[in-house]
């Protein structure tokens, strides 16, 4: 489409031209990495040089990185062990779905997590913690160190999902003080498909898909070494742009900026806290969040309401109800990435200011049902 803006990075963001060229040159080669003969022994160190792209992102150590399917998959292996668990109110749906029946820390009014419920939660015993870095939604970021010093002090492991957060601010694990971290290659610029689960190495954990040995026997399967070569490429620039990523910042802001003078009642969800430098969650009287991410959509701006791994459909977030925010059926979400540029945030303020200056002239015919 001629002039197309694209302004839903964290649902997954465009592959990078290394990245891809990675996955493209290993698409042609052959060999298993679990073979000896110099075929197999090729891939594996292709397997081996992305891990250790991915390991350095998170500062980790290479054996400490288990490939997976995506974010989802990591997230499933992490929560698998069950017992008792607590996790926060904001979690991605692939935590909240692996951890059914978990008991669930509420967040306050900007999206944080309670961290005197946590502890008082935890003292009736748990043996999982599982705190995202950064929520999908509005982009706020966690007091992830906090929560694991609590839970490490009543004896529970702790992992956290860091999809949205590894590529766009700095990211350490044991800084973090976490026993497990979840990561996405396509969420910073990589292939999708292609995931890791980064574990203490310390802690045992025990495979979800069983049948062969690959990933220290941790996770059965032929490796998928092509899309795993261009995650570590896309780990490393993502990596080594994290000053460039944090300048989206200046651009987000520009936008709330200007929107808010189009709609002086317009909200910024989670604006007063820290947030990923990228992201903006916002809603304004008068426009619900189908009719906007529809209407943006046929004049060529595409944004979310909510998550993208969700039925497609258009929901109240869940997020936003935990954070008892008004205006949450308004909502949609403003995510930049690695190739935004300042033109992209003033097409879709042009975009938006004429959508909302037609519902404040005729609000009906806007109405979705």
């Not at 950064?134 to 529970?156: L, S, Y």
Request: net charge negative; glycine share 12%; aromatic share 2%.
């Amino acid at each position: 489409m001629e002039h197309a803006v694209y302004l839903d990075h964290n649902a997954t963001t465009p592959i990078r031209p290394e990245a891809a060229d990675a996955v493209g040159a290993h698409l042609g080669c052959v060999g298993n990495p679990s073979s000896v003969h110099r075929y197999g022994r090729i891939a594996r160190r292709t397997l081996e040089e992305a891990r250790g792209r991915v390991a350095r992102l998170v500062g980790a150590r290479c054996a400490d990185v288990i490939f997976t399917s995506g974010g989802t998959e990591a997230n499933n292996l992490a929560l698998s062990a069950g017992g008792r668990i607590v996790v926060s109110a904001i979690e991605h749906d692939s935590v909240l779905g692996a951890a059914g029946g978990a008991r669930t820390i509420p967040v306050n009014a900007d999206g944080i997590v309670d961290l005197q419920a946590l502890d008082a939660m935890l003292a009736d015993g748990a043996d999982l913690v599982s705190v995202m870095l950064a929520n999908n939604e509005t982009g706020v970021v966690q007091p992830v160190a906090d929560v694991a010093a609590i839970a490490r002090r009543h004896g529970a492991l702790v992992h956290c999902d860091a999809v949205q957060a590894a590529g766009k601010i700095p990211v350490e694990m044991r800084a973090l003080g976490v026993h497990m971290l979840s990561l996405s290659a396509h969420k910073l610029g990589g292939p999708g498909g292609v995931g890791a689960l980064v574990v203490e190495s310390s802690l045992s954990i025990e495979p979800m898909l069983r049948g062969g040995g690959q990933e220290g026997r941790r996770r059965a399967g032929t490796e998928n070494v092509a899309g795993i070569a261009g995650f570590g490429v896309a780990a490393e620039l993502a990596g080594n742009g994290l000053e460039s990523f944090a300048g989206l910042a200046a651009m987000r802001d520009r936008l709330e900026r200007r929107l808010a003078r189009l709609a002086p009642g317009a909200q910024f969800f989670g604006a007063s806290v820290r947030r990923l430098p990228n992201t903006s969650c916002l809603a304004a009287p008068g426009l619900d969040s189908e009719t906007q991410v529809m209407a943006l959509d046929l004049d060529g701006v595409a944004v979310s309401a909510g998550s993208a791994c969700s039925s497609g459909k258009v929901s109240v977030s869940h997020v936003l109800e935990a954070m008892g925010a008004a205006g949450a059926s308004a909502a949609i979400r403003v995510s930049l990435g690695w190739n935004s540029k300042e033109t992209d945030i003033d097409r879709f303020l042009d975009s938006w200011g004429a959508l909302h200056a037609r519902a404040a002239r005729d609000p009906a015919p806007l109405a979705v049902a």
